[in-house]
């Protein structure tokens, strides 16, 4: 294993809190890179801008999360580092922010989906204990905010709009929906930052998130699959192929110039 | 991908309360929602405004450029109309 310091591979952090933190900023991190794929490829000059702005708000994100896991525990020499240079299994993004672009009614729903879910943690972060988490959380939550409006107002217009639009949207539901459960899963170590005061428990807004989904897809004429097995892994290291895809582009100038500066 | 779905709206943006909207550009859209929304997107991306308007380009009533001798060139010569011989007090920052 290659241990110089401008290289972190394989490790992850050994406090939940810190794992916790790290998980924020790379689902932030992994979409936003998702998203920047499409800068020059939306189907229209105003959606690419749109579509850049999401992806922008959400490496902004990203970069002061990855300042922060820094501060709980210093696991590189900066955040650059931390963000670009680990192993596709050291990654703790959820499933869901990897899945690829395959068309726009795929983009939008996975950014209705993440966002609504997005805006329930982070409410949740409004009254933690690290207060620099709480500020970074309500300096996002007006992101998120215009994020779910213009992926709420696409799912509906696509869903409830031709028979091609209508069609996509529901391809993209019966492919996104099994990675909507891990979203709201507590596993131990979101467990033990929220026994540390870190965040209340977010998790028992899944029913509340579900109904809100539902009904909105219900407007925009979709169901989501019936007796979906849930996905699930993204936040312990089990990555997807689709994330090593991200990787080979993302982390591709960090590798090849080690601590290079922009 | 331009087509019958897509329409052209003029956007208007104001910097801050006080001022008036001024025209920033355009943009295209389904509908009124969109458009505020790609307008967002497109024109305060560098914290240009507080308040935006837009319209249909179709619904903006122009005057004919042709005409533009007999509308305009009046005003031309008729610089006791501008109030260029009064000084402007400090402190005034919007005239």
Not at chain 1, 60 to 86: C, F, I, M, S, W
Not at chain 1, 155 to 163: A, I
Not at chain 1, 241 to 260: C, E, F, N, R, V
Request: aromatic residues 8%.
């Amino acid at each position: 294993m290659n241990s110089s310091p401008n290289f972190i591979g394989a490790m992850i952090p050994a406090k939940p809190e810190t794992n916790f933190v790290l998980r924020c900023a790379d689902n932030a991190m992994i979409l936003g890179q998702r998203l920047s794929e499409m800068c020059g490829h939306a189907p229209e000059l105003e959606l690419d801008l749109a579509l850049t702005n999401i992806s922008l708000d959400l490496i902004g994100q990203a970069g002061l999360l990855y300042d922060h896991v820094q501060t709980l525990e210093k696991l590189a020499p900066n955040a650059d580092v931390l963000a670009l240079t680990r192993d596709q299994n050291a990654y703790l993004n959820c499933l869901l922010v990897a899945q690829p672009n395959v068309d726009f009614a795929h983009i939008v729903l996975r950014q209705y989906l993440f966002s609504t879910f997005q805006k329930r943690q982070y409410e949740a972060l409004l009254s933690s204990s690290d207060e620099t988490l709480a500020a970074i959380a309500e300096k996002s939550l007006k992101e998120i905010a215009y994020h779910i409006r213009f992926a709420k107002d696409w799912v509906l217009r696509l869903g409830d709009g031709t028979e091609d639009s209508h069609e996509r949207m529901a391809d993209a539901l019966d492919c996104l929906w099994r990675y909507s459960g891990e979203l709201f899963e507590k596993d131990s170590v979101l467990a033990a930052a929220i026994d540390a005061g870190l965040l209340t428990d977010f998790t028992d807004k899944y029913e509340a998130w579900q109904i809100e989904v539902v009904a909105l897809l219900a407007e925009a004429t979709l169901t989501p699959p019936d007796d979906t097995h849930m996905l699930k892994g993204g936040y312990q290291g089990h990555q997807e192929d689709h994330l090593g895809h991200i990787l080979t582009d993302m982390q591709y100038m960090q590798l090849k110039y080690p601590s290079l500066q922009w | 991908m331009q087509s019958d779905n897509w329409f052209l709206y003029e956007v208007f943006i104001r910097s801050k309360n006080g001022m008036a909207h001024k025209h920033a550009g355009s943009v295209h859209a389904q509908d009124a929602e969109t458009a505020i929304l790609s307008a967002r997107d497109l024109y305060t991306r560098r914290g240009e405004a507080s308040s935006l308007w837009i319209i249909r380009s179709k619904d903006i009533i122009a005057s004919d450029p042709a005409e533009s001798g007999e509308l305009y060139d009046p005003a031309d010569d008729k610089i006791y109309r501008h109030p260029t011989f009064y000084s402007v007090p400090d402190g005034v920052k919007n005239m």
